[in-house]
């Protein structure tokens, strides 16, 4: 079986062998640019880039709604880094930095920041406001995935 990803790059769709993201996820590369296909940390998305991960990717995406004048969004951001490692490869992390793309946080009707929405297949599953430390942002995707 294979699951389409979204080089984190040049936003080239891939496919790639399902058991690849349990073995060999560190090494693939995207054959466009090269670049990793399955990086173990948060990816700066803009509303084009979410919009592309959100139609075309079968991994779930967890995104991060943030500003950088948000002191709750500073404060959460190591802990979101170190979700997005222990996540890789099965869910993806993206932020989105409603401050630099309010089109794209009204477009997902973010209220409030930090905003974390859990999306699969092109849909909203889950969402939280609020500031959350590593083992929530855990519990929050693994509630839905098993993660």
Same mark, same amino acid.
């Given at each position: ?16 062998? !399902?058991? %690849?993201?349990? =073995?060999?996820? +560190? &090494? ?11 990086? @173990?940390? /948060?990816?700066?998305?803009?509303? !084009?880039? $979410?919009? +592309?991960?959100?139609?075309?990717? @079968?991994? /779930? $995406?967890?995104? @991060? ?6 002191? /709750? ?13 222990? $996540?890789? /490869? %099965?869910?993806?992390?993206? %932020?989105? @930095?409603? !401050?630099?793309?309010? !089109? ?10 930090? =905003? ?7 849909? &909203? ?13 855990? +519990?929050?995707?693994?509630? %839905?995935?098993?993660?």
């Amino acid at each position: 079986m294979h699951v389409h990803v979204v080089c984190p790059q040049c936003g080239t769709v891939n496919r790639l062998v !399902e058991t %690849k993201l349990d =073995t060999h996820w +560190r &090494e693939a590369r995207c054959p466009s640019c090269r670049g990793p296909l399955l990086p @173990d940390h /948060p990816i700066s998305v803009d509303g !084009e880039g $979410l919009a +592309r991960h959100v139609e075309r990717s @079968d991994l /779930p $995406l967890l995104v @991060d709604f943030w500003a950088p004048w948000c002191g /709750p969004c500073r404060m959460m951001a190591p802990a979101f880094q170190e979700a997005a490692a222990m $996540l890789a /490869p %099965k869910v993806r992390l993206l %932020k989105l @930095d409603t !401050e630099a793309h309010p !089109e794209a946080g009204a477009r997902w009707g973010v209220r409030s920041i930090p =905003t974390l929405a859990l999306i699969d297949r092109g849909r &909203e599953v889950a969402r939280q406001a609020g500031a959350m430390s590593t083992p929530q942002i855990l +519990r929050f995707v693994g509630e %839905k995935f098993g993660a």
